[in-house]
T-cell receptor
Framework: AQSVSQHNHHVILSEAASLELGCNYS??????LFWYVQYPGQHLQLLLK??????LVKGIKGFEAEFIKSKFSFNLRKPSVQWSDTAEYFC????????????FGTGTRLTIIP | SQTIHQWPATLVQPVGSPLSLECTVE??????LYWYRQAAGRGLQLLFY??????ISSEVPQNLSASRPQDRQFILSSKKLLLSDSGFYLC???????????FGQGTRLTVV
């Protein structure tokens, strides 16, 4: 069965600090990987996704993530965070056609201090 | 892109009463449909997953059931609500193979 682990439950950073949120997955086949963000009071939105090709994926708002197959990881990064990045971040995984069930991690709450 | 309509936004129900939450999807056909429950510190727990009309996979044993009477309609139900059914329920839709999921605004259910 597929699973996703997000080890950072709550991260607090000052503005302009660099960010890295960890995501590790367990899945036996070809994976699709996602990062979703939920801003306070808003619904879940896609931040970025990896299906194939370049393992370094760039998303919206300056976020990027790197797929490292040997480590089963898909960590989210941003070189300089802003107060508006305060939100909850979720990593998710599914497989190819026929194995498309989308499984989420427990989420990481990010608080940016001005 | 897809639009997910979910209602109601909030619901307060007494213990033992029935439940019906509806989700409809626009902008796609034959989607994969999902019901999740979101709880603080526990992320999104997948409750039900459907790849087509009448095809429902239950992911966790619980007091809830799901049905898909039409291609773009997904219903979450209970015959008798428990206090532990309180939570935030999200409906989501995705295409088949290499597509992202789109989420509704969610329903905050409080069982009293």
């Amino acid at each position: 069965a597929q699973s996703v682990s997000q080890h950072n439950h709550h991260v607090i950073l000052s503005e302009a600090a660099s960010l890295e949120l960890g995501c590790n997955y367990s899945y036996g086949g070809t994976v699709n990987l996602f990062w979703y963000v939920q801003y306070p009071g808003q619904h879940l939105q896609l931040l970025l996704k990896y299906f194939s090709g370049d393992p370094l994926v760039k998303g919206i708002k300056g976020f990027e993530a790197e797929f490292i197959k040997s480590k089963f990881s898909f960590n989210l990064r941003k070189p300089s965070v802003q107060w508006s990045d305060t939100a909850e971040y979720f990593c998710a995984v599914n497989g190819d056609f026929g194995n498309e069930k989308l499984t989420f991690g427990t989420g990481t709450r990010l608080t940016i201090i001005p | 892109s897809q639009t997910i309509h979910q209602w109601p936004a909030t619901l307060v129900q007494p213990v033992g009463s029935p439940l019906s939450l509806e989700c409809t999807v626009e902008g796609t056909s034959n989607p994969n449909l999902y019901w999740y429950r979101q709880a603080a510190g526990r992320g999104l727990q997948l409750l039900f997953y459907s790849v087509g009309i009448g095809q429902i996979s239950s992911e966790v044993p619980q007091n809830l059931s799901a049905s898909r009477p039409q291609d773009r309609q997904f219903i979450l139900s209970s015959k008798k609500l428990l206090l532990s059914d309180s939570g935030f329920y999200l409906c989501a839709s995705s295409g088949h193979s290499n597509t992202e999921a789109f989420f509704g605004q969610g329903t905050r259910l409080t069982v009293v």
